[in-house]
């Protein structure tokens, strides 16, 4: 075990990500009753974050 603050070498990443999709509402609670309806709108807000990054111009 170690003492003191350690930092996770990914967590960052995971966080930001968190992030974004909290950014769509539909996520920000969970309202669905069935998983599979939460992790199609999951994948549906990852899929709005890919495109968007892909058709921006530099």
């Known amino acids: 075990a170690?003492?003191?603050f350690v930092?996770?070498?990914k967590r960052w990443i995971?966080?930001?990500t968190i992030g974004w999709l909290n950014r769509c509402r539909r996520l920000?609670?969970?309202w669905e009753n069935?998983?599979?309806k939460a992790l199609a709108f999951l994948r549906l807000a990852s899929i709005r974050?890919?495109?968007?990054?892909l058709c921006q111009t530099a």
């Open 7 to 9: 930092v996770l070498p």
């Open 28 to 30: 920000a609670k969970d």
């Open 2 to 4: 170690a003492n003191g």
């Open 49 to 53: 974050l890919m495109v968007r990054r």
């Open 34 to 36: 069935l998983n599979r």
């Open 14 to 16: 995971v966080e930001r």
